[in-house]
């Protein structure tokens, strides 16, 4: 019987730990979302979180974009060469970086660089009792340190995912311009014709999603790391991980949402 | 003045307070000693309400300080970490002027900076090293930075947490001297956490010993060396042999 139920227990263990960590996640974003809209308001902190989130992430977000894009632009010229389709190579690449490549790519640098670093800041506050000491003065942690960089991974994300998306499209434009003969005038043409404004609206929203998963799951796993080195390397290793995952699930979420008939 | 009656606290099955009773009475200055491990410094934390109790109460001039208005409660402390727990991302004097450049004691920027380099010199730190970033420091300086910062807003309770742990002898007398000093012209209530005996006749007015999760000993520091109490001569005397075991 042990045998059986061994296994099963286990299961039930590792179910109900996961039920719990979304249910201590979960408490933790909304307790973040009531600290927004409650004073006092940190701006100092807030355009610190900016700088940080958004303008130290364009270079990776703007070298992933580009290569992605021109990859994209190979990849469909090879393959509509297939049934003699290579010319919609300029609306697949808008299409395809602007629903999903971009907001996804982009979501997935910010969670390798800004969910890490935001991590493993605040489990070493945690580790060095600089959040205590912020209660000792007086000073919300939550409202110090978690609302500055929600906020900023809200605002600052789909601004980021904007710049990938025209990046990528630059980048399959370059390659199909100067690789594969395309006319420069037609492929911006067919491009811009075949947008539509739900593309980009379903691009800056999924980027505000995406910011504000990686924002939350970084001070999650920081205020809530173990002791010691091990302790924030785990709260980093955590964050990034939960972060992804949650960014692709929730991009698959967003695409049913904007685009199933 | 501080009172703590019945306070218990369980971590998991760590039974680490099992009913602390204190009275740390307004302008004195209270020092705890007990080994490593004897829930010190979650006695500590329980009173700031860094850790929440389980059972028992700790109140602050009659008041309960759970019910109390948090803000209010956390201006009238100071702390003192035992790591220093300085803002790595700030320069000195924003981390001595924390508490006035923000919330209910905000003051412009300029008279925070002063005020700042006032506490600094008060801990004997010229003004250069306040455009300094605390990885820049030693740590006595370190130490000193937060005892500045403990100071800045002139509080009427100060908690120092270990002051002299890894500092050499001549810094740690620096630091007891210091405190002692501060606490004397602040005529603030102090409380600290020390295993260090030098510092402990140094600081203190009375002396409690902290033991597997109660007080065993309460008294004035004039008392330390005939108290008869087998556990507190064990200790200040850092005897293997006795009633508190060697291995924990």
Redesign the interface.
């Known amino acids: 019987m042990s045998v059986l139920t061994k296994p099963l227990g286990a299961l039930g263990r590792a179910v109900l730990s996961a039920l719990a960590m979304i249910g201590r996640v979960a408490l933790f974003a909304l307790d973040a979302f009531s600290h927004m809209v409650r004073p ?1 308001f ?1 701006a100092r902190e807030m355009l ?1 979180a900016l700088f940080q989130i958004g303008w130290l992430s364009l270079p990776v977000v703007g070298l992933t974009a580009i290569f992605t894009g021109g990859a994209l632009a190979l990849q469909i010229y090879a393959g509509g060469a297939r049934f003699n389709a290579e010319a919609v190579v300029p609306q697949i690449v808008a299409i395809g970086m602007v629903r999903e490549l971009g907001p996804v790519l982009v979501g997935l640098m910010i969670a390798a660089r800004v969910t890490s670093s935001i991590a493993a800041e605040i489990a070493t ?1 945690k580790v ?3 959040i ?2 912020l ?5 919300h942690p939550m409202k110090y340190l978690t609302v500055p960089r929600l906020l900023a991974g809200l605002i600052v994300v789909p601004v980021l995912v904007g710049i990938g998306d025209v990046i990528g499209v630059f980048g399959g434009y370059a390659v199909a311009v100067n690789n594969l003969n395309f006319n420069a005038a037609t492929y911006l043409k067919n491009t811009v014709d075949f947008l539509e404004p739900l593309d980009i609206v379903s691009s800056l929203v999924k980027g505000a999603v995406f910011g504000g998963i990686a924002t939350v799951m970084g001070c999650f796993y920081g205020m809530n790391s173990g002791r010691g080195a091990q302790g924030v390397g785990g709260a980093t290793k955590g964050s990034v991980q939960a972060a992804a995952i949650l960014i692709l699930a929730a991009n698959f979420l967003l695409t049913g949402l904007f685009f199933s008939v | 003045m501080i009172t703590l009656t019945g306070v218990h606290k369980t971590f998991g099955t760590n039974r680490v307070l099992r009913g602390v009773d204190l009275t740390i009475d307004s302008g004195t200055s209270m020092v705890i000693i007990g080994g490593s491990g004897s829930g010190k410094s979650v006695l500590l ?1 329980c009173i ?3 850790v929440k109790h389980d059972s028992g109460t700790i109140a602050l001039d009659g008041q309960d300080v759970t019910r109390a208005d948090r ?1 209010a409660f ?2 009238r ?3 003192l ?3 220093g ?5 700030l320069p000195v004097w924003q981390n001595v002027a ?2 006035l450049l ?4 905000k003051r412009p920027k300029s008279e925070a900076r002063e005020i700042a380099i006032e506490k600094l010199r008060r801990v004997g730190l010229t003004p250069d090293v306040a455009d300094k970033f605390p990885a820049e420091l030693s740590g006595g300086m370190q130490k000193r930075v937060g005892l500045a ?1 403990a100071i800045a807003a002139e509080p009427e309770i100060i908690f120092f947490d270990e002051p002299t742990t890894g500092l050499d002898p001549i810094m740690a007398g620096v630091i007891n001297d210091l405190i002692r000093e501060i606490v004397t012209e602040m005529g603030a209530t102090a409380m600290t956490i020390t295993h260090d005996m030098t510092s402990v006749r140094a600081i203190a007015d009375n002396i409690a010993m902290l033991h597997d999760g109660v007080i065993k000993w309460t008294g004035p520091v004039t008392r330390l060396d005939d108290s008869g109490d087998p556990y507190l001569d064990q200790f200040i005397h850092g005897r293997a042999e006795g009633p508190i075991a060697a291995v924990r």
């Open positions: 006092p940190y610190a506050m060095t009792e600089q205590d000491a209660v000792t003065l007086s000073t | 934390k700031l309400g860094l803000d956390l201006a402390f100071g702390m970490f035992q790591g727990a300085l803002f790595d991302s924390f508490r923000r919330g209910s004691l910062r």
